[in-house]
């Protein structure tokens, strides 16, 4: 299903130019020297920077995000999808922030629909009654993702801190619910269940839930350690379920290559227009430019994102947020 949405939102044009960034990517990992032909075919764009919960490994819910808090335009965000639409066909709305915290979400994903650009997003689910499920389902969105980390309340609000697990299942019933009232399939629903040890137990609960539901996907992810929330939650005692070699250390299972398919592919924009290289950069330090004021042929391919992909491709490792990013852990990939 979601792959026939995809498809839906290739065109001629944005075919060509995704064969470009393919071939520009693949001929930098050989020959070792940055090639950037064409526009990112992907792109998360931040919807907010503010949330309700207090998430301790998160910089937004831990009060540790360096960048200024706020809500992306709609003006500002037509005007860059317009800018960007003829090669984009994946857009996530989300970086940090609770998405359906900003009062014109469905709007924003609205615009997008229009482009025939797929649309995603994650949220944690607090702010979706059947009036919004509704209007959100009407806009078009492809994909939404409802973060619930725990069968119980108890389980639940020992990461999400301020969450109420009675309202984020509401939320999956009301989207659900707006999906067979309008008779559509879309947006494919994913339960989301990130795996720390104080909740590793529930694994087989969870499973149950998502099947009672009618969800689409269940999704048990391994979970991302800043130190954040200075030991607040810990990786999961069953090893296969964390993305680190052991519990004493953040290093990633596997090493890290020289290359990453994501920075040729998309890139991330902030709620203020900040370019970043992806959404492992929370605080934008390795921002390209800024789309509001500049047009996007000034931002990729600039200088500034060049000299970033070049450090990639020679000494991927000196970036201390690429040290904690699975993405091109495997040599193929």
């Known amino acids: 299903m979601e792959v026939e949405a995809l498809i839906k939102a290739f065109t001629f044009f944005r075919l ?14 050989v020959s070792r020297r940055v090639l950037v032909i064409g526009k990112p075919i992907a792109l998360g764009i931040e ?34 999808v317009n800018q960007l639409s003829a090669h984009l066909i994946y857009l996530n709305l989300y970086i940090q922030g609770e998405p359906f915290m900003h009062p014109q979400f ?34 078009g969105l492809r994909r939404i993702i409802f973060s619930l980390d725990g069968a119980t309340q108890a389980t639940y609000s020992v990461y999400r801190i301020g969450g109420d697990i009675e309202k984020v ?20 629903v994913v339960l ?35 130190d954040f929330g200075n030991g607040k939650v810990e990786p999961p005692s069953n090893i296969l379920f964390s993305r680190y070699r052991n519990h004493m250390t953040q290093e990633l299972k ?21 370019v970043s290289p992806c959404c492992y950069d929370k605080d934008a330090e390795y921002y390209y430019g800024n789309v509001f004021r500049n047009s996007s042929g000034h931002v990729f391919g600039s200088e ?3 000299k ?19 993405e091109g852990r495997t040599f193929w990939l």
């Open 47 to 80: 919807p907010t920077s503010i949330c309700n919960l207090q998430c301790p490994e998160c910089p937004t819910g831990a009060n540790l995000l360096k960048r200024p808090r706020g809500s992306i335009t709609v003006e500002h965000y037509r005007a860059m």
């Open 308 to 326: 970033f992909k070049k450090t990639v491709l020679l000494d991927k490792g000196r970036i201390k947020m690429c040290n904690n990013c699975p």
């Open 16 to 29: 060509v130019n995704a064969l470009k960034v393919s071939l520009s990517y693949f001929w930098s990992r």
């Open 254 to 274: 596997n090493q890290v290559y020289n290359h990453c398919w994501r920075q040729w592919h998309s890139a991330v924009v902030t709620w203020d227009g900040q």
């Open 192 to 226: 989301q269940f990130l795996v720390f040890k104080h909740n590793e137990h529930e694994l087989s609960a969870i499973r149950q839930l998502a099947y009672g539901l009618g969800v689409d996907k269940l999704e048990i992810k391994t979970a991302q350690f800043n």
């Open 304 to 306: 500034k994102d060049l």
């Open 106 to 139: 469905e709007e924003l994903v609205r615009i997008a629909a229009k482009k025939k650009i797929y649309t995603s997003t994650s949220t944690n689910g607090h702010f979706i009654d059947r009036d919004r499920a509704e209007k959100v389902v009407k806009a």
């Open 169 to 188: 299942i509401a939320g999956i019933e009301h989207v659900l619910l707006a999906k067979r009232h309008l008779k559509v399939r879309f947006p494919i």
